[in-house]
């Protein structure tokens, strides 16, 4: 059974970074794609970003492909969201999740039910 936490989230302006941090126990991280997903209010959870067990290959939705950046640390069992020039619309709960079923980086894994593990979530907020 593997565990994920969120950290990071907060009260941000419009134009601010903010890099969020998913830190995961139980399973063999390296094993894991990890992708990080968020919901806000009245809408359907949203995928951003995934990235595979080694860190090598990385898919982005095409909504945020100039300001989120996914990395991992498999040392550390971390793998963090970088988010450039945050807007009010990226507010939201952010979640990390975790697959642990095969990755292909010929696929693309962009549902929530492609993923087999999920952390409570971090609340975003970005003030205009």
């Known amino acids: 059974q593997v565990h994920l936490v969120e950290s990071g989230g907060g009260l941000v302006q419009a134009g601010d970074s903010l890099r969020l941090s998913c830190a995961a126990s139980?399973?063999?991280?390296?094993?894991?794609?990890m992708a990080w997903f968020r919901q806000a209010p009245g809408k359907e959870r949203e995928f951003l970003v995934a990235?595979?067990?080694?860190?090598?290959?990385?898919s982005t939705a095409s909504a945020v492909l100039d300001r989120f950046t996914i990395s991992r640390d498999n040392a550390k069992k971390t793998a963090d969201l970088q988010m450039n020039n945050l807007n009010s619309e990226d507010t939201a709960v952010y979640y990390c999740a975790a697959r642990q079923r095969t990755w292909s980086n010929h696929n693309y894994y962009p549902h929530s039910s492609d993923y087999d593990y999920w952390g409570q979530g971090t609340q975003v907020t970005v003030s205009s």
């Open positions: 990235l595979n067990p080694s860190g090598t290959s990385a």
């Open positions: 139980g399973g063999t991280f390296s094993s894991l794609a």
